[in-house]
Structure formats: C-alpha cells, structure tokens
C-alpha cells in the first residue's frame, strides 16, 4: 500500500518484488511520473519545428533501448522503470501535435488483435523487442483513427462500451485484488468471475463513490473554456462525453 501511495510500485516490481493484490499499480506509477515531468518537457519540446517528429524519435530510442537492454538484464528491471516504459506515452503524445489520416485506425485495430494474440502471450526479449513497440503503434493507431468519424469512431461510441468507458479506471483498480483473492480458483471459473466482479464493483465505486465526490469537490469552473472562447462543454462524468476534436 505504501509503494502504491507513493508511486513508486513500478521500481518495486523491476527489482522483482510481485505477489501484492496492489501490484497493478505499477502503470499507475509510471503514468503519474510522466504527469510530472511532461510540463517541464513540453516547452522546449515547443521549440522544434515538427514536436511529433522529436517525440517519434524519443520513441525509437527507448523501444531500442528495451531491446538491447533485455538481453544484458532481467526482464523486470527492462520493463517496468518509467525512463524505459514512457515510449507509449510519448508516442500517444505525439498525436496531440499530428493528426494522422482515419485510415490508420482500423488497420491498428486488426494490428491489435494480431499482437495480443500471437505476441503479447510471449516473455522477455522477445516481449520487448516485439510485443511491447508494437502494442503502442497499434495502440496509437486506434486513437488516431478515433479521431475521425468513422466505423471504428461508432463501434466505440456504442453505448455499452462508452458505459464502460466511464468506469474503465475503476475496473484497472480492482481488477487485480479480485485475480489475486481468486488464485486458486480453476482459469475457467476465474475469467467470468473476475470480470462480472470487476464490473459490477468498478460500477458501485463510479456511482456511489467517483461521481459524488467529484460533484462535491469539483474545483474548476463548472463550464470551463467560456472565458478563453473555446467550445464549453459539460464535466458531469453521467454524460455523454464531448465530441468536439478539440475535446
């Protein structure tokens, strides 16, 4: 619980610690380092010419990086540090500075499958010299070509996936104490219980526990954007997400 407070699980698991029903929280680590440090980046990042370009070349380093190291040290130590994790984060940042054609989307989408399919399954070396860059380019690709209306944009915005999208961070929270209290339940019987379970509690935490403190506590303003004339919209996370592509 300590490590998963301090956002320091991710250095715990690369020197090998597992085993904690917290231990999920290791990609929340990396995440909240990356809050960190990305606004002290970000200005001189606005000093290139092509930011996308610098952030797809930071990208190449640290995929490279992962390959080569994997073959000198242990896998979790290759993995789970943020300063060789971030290479997804950077790539999906670049976006922010592209914005790529919609094709690319349902192409990423078939990408995806293949990957989490055939390569994800696999362990060390190969894991990081393959899985892993191209789980974030096909990842990428998805979010970009959600960018744009298109099929991939409707399969998306399809009620029950946009209803578990609202409760997506609390299913990442307490999917991992459900596996873990579940260990030694046969696999047959752990999936569908793990995911009713995830659901169903990721549902309670959202409606009796996010919404209202978020309504309660809610520090910006309650249409955000009037003063600056960008296009307001509404935060109550009960509603729609907004569509605009500024959004």
Not at 11 to 38: D, R
């Amino acid at each position: 619980a300590l490590l998963a407070l301090t956002y320091t699980m991710n250095f715990a698991m690369a020197a090998g610690g597992e085993g904690s029903a917290l231990e999920h929280t290791w990609s929340l680590a990396v995440e909240e380092h990356f809050y960190i440090l990305w606004p002290l980046l970000l200005p001189l990042l606005l000093l290139a010419r092509r930011p996308a370009m610098v952030l797809l070349a930071a990208w190449l380093v640290l995929a490279a990086a992962r390959a080569v190291l994997a073959n000198f040290l242990p896998w979790e130590a290759v993995y789970y540090p943020s300063y060789l994790h971030a290479s997804g984060l950077l790539l999906r940042a670049a976006l922010a500075f592209e914005r790529p054609s919609a094709w690319v989307g349902p192409y990423g989408a078939i990408a995806m499958v293949a990957v989490l399919t055939f390569l994800v399954p696999s362990h060390g070396s190969a894991k990081l010299m393959l899985a892993a860059p191209l789980t974030e380019l096909a990842t990428a690709a998805v979010i970009a070509g959600l960018m744009h209306p298109t099929r991939l944009t409707a399969l998306f915005s399809f009620e029950p996936a946009r209803r578990l999208g609202l409760i997506s961070y609390g299913v990442y929270l307490w999917h991992w104490p459900i596996v873990s209290a579940l260990h030694q339940a046969p696999w047959w019987a752990k999936a569908p219980l793990t995911l009713c379970l995830s659901v169903s509690v990721a549902a309670a935490s959202f409606y009796l526990i996010e919404a209202p403190l978020r309504r309660r506590f809610r520090v910006a303003p309650a249409v955000p954007g009037r003063r600056a004339g960008l296009p307001t919209v509404d935060h109550d996370p009960d509603k729609r997400a907004p569509t605009h592509p500024a959004c």
